[in-house]
T-cell receptor, first 114, second 115 residues
Framework: KAGVTQTPRYLIKTRGQQVTLSCSPI?????VSWYQQTPGQGLQFLFE???????NKGNFPGRFSGRQFSNSRSEMNVSTLELGDSALYLC?????????????FGPGTRLTVL | GNSVTQMEGPVTLSEEAFLTINCTYT??????LFWYVQYPGEGLQLLLK?????DKGSNKGFEATYRKETTSFHLEKGSVQVSDSAVYFC??????????????FGRGTSLIVHP
C-alpha cells in the first residue's frame, strides 16, 4: 500500500505571496491532519479534515486554511506569506477521525519564505 | 491544557549502550501515548503506542510503559545501533467528550549513536 505523499517536496516563495501544498493520504484513510515543524516551536498541529469537513483546528492565524476533497486528498493554503512561515509542513493520514488512531506521516514539504 | 515534556538532547551513545529517553505529560483525562521517530529528511514514523495505563508498547527493540501514577512514558532500548540515530518524539492524543482534540507533541530528542 502506498504511503502518504506530499507535493511539492521543496518550495521557495517570497513574502506576501501565497502557497498551496498538497497531500494524498493512504488509500482508505479518511482523516488528514496538517502540522508545522520548526526548530523553534517544534511540531505544531494546524488542523484536521475528515470527510471533507474541518474537525479540529490548532492555534494558527486565518492565513492558514485547508480543504479536503471527496477522494480524501487535502490541500493546505497559506496566504500573505511571512518569513516566519518558513518550515517543514507535514501531513498525516489516519483511518478515522482524530483522537487515538495511529497517524501515518508524509515526508513533508519544505517551505522557504524569502 | 495538555503538554508533553521530553528530555533535551542530543543524547550521544556508543553502539550497544542502553537508551532511556524520558517523557512526561500533563493531560485532562486519559490520553493515548505515542513515540514517533524521524530520520533525517523524512517525516515521522510511529514507533510504538499505548492506549491505557500499564500498557507496554514495543517495536524494533524499543519499549515504553504507560505509567499513569507518574504521568510518564519513557522510551527504552537495551542495545542501540548506529541506525537508531534519529529524532524521537513523544506525543499524546486525547478525545474529550463533546470537544475537539489537539494532538500534542514533545520538542523531540535527538539521538546520536557512535560505532
Amino acid at each position: 500500500k502506498a504511503g502518504v505523499t506530499q507535493t511539492p517536496r521543496y518550495l521557495i516563495k517570497t513574502r506576501g505571496q501565497q502557497v498551496t501544498l498538497s497531500c494524498s493520504p493512504i488509500s482508505g484513510h479518511r482523516s488528514v491532519s496538517w502540522y508545522q515543524q520548526t526548530p523553534g516551536q517544534g511540531l505544531q498541529f494546524l488542523f484536521e479534515y475528515f470527510s471533507e469537513t474541518q474537525r479540529n483546528k490548532g492555534n494558527f492565524p486565518g492565513r492558514f486554511s485547508g480543504r479536503q476533497f471527496s477522494n480524501s486528498r487535502s490541500e493546505m493554503n497559506v496566504s500573505t506569506l511571512e518569513l516566519g512561515d518558513s518550515a517543514l509542513y507535514l501531513c498525516a493520514s489516519s483511518l478515522d477521525e482524530g483522537g487515538t488512531d495511529t497517524q501515518y506521516f508524509g515526508p513533508g514539504t519544505r517551505l522557504t519564505v524569502l | 491544557g495538555n503538554s508533553v515534556t521530553q528530555m533535551e538532547g542530543p543524547v550521544t551513545l556508543s553502539e550497544e549502550a542502553f537508551l532511556t529517553i524520558n517523557c512526561t505529560y500533563t493531560a485532562t483525562g486519559y490520553p493515548s501515548l505515542f513515540w514517533y521517530v524521524q530520520y533525517p529528511g523524512e517525516g515521522l514514523q510511529l514507533l510504538l503506542k499505548a492506549t491505557k495505563a500499564d500498557d507496554k508498547g514495543s517495536n524494533k527493540g524499543f519499549e515504553a510503559t504507560y505509567r499513569k501514577e507518574t504521568t510518564s512514558f519513557h522510551l527504552e532500548k537495551g542495545s542501540v545501533q548506529v541506525s537508531d540515530s534519529a529524532v524521537y518524539f513523544c506525543a499524546l492524543s486525547i478525545l474529550p467528550a463533546g470537544g475537539s482534540y489537539i494532538p500534542t507533541f514533545g520538542r523531540g530528542t535527538s539521538l546520536i549513536v557512535h560505532p
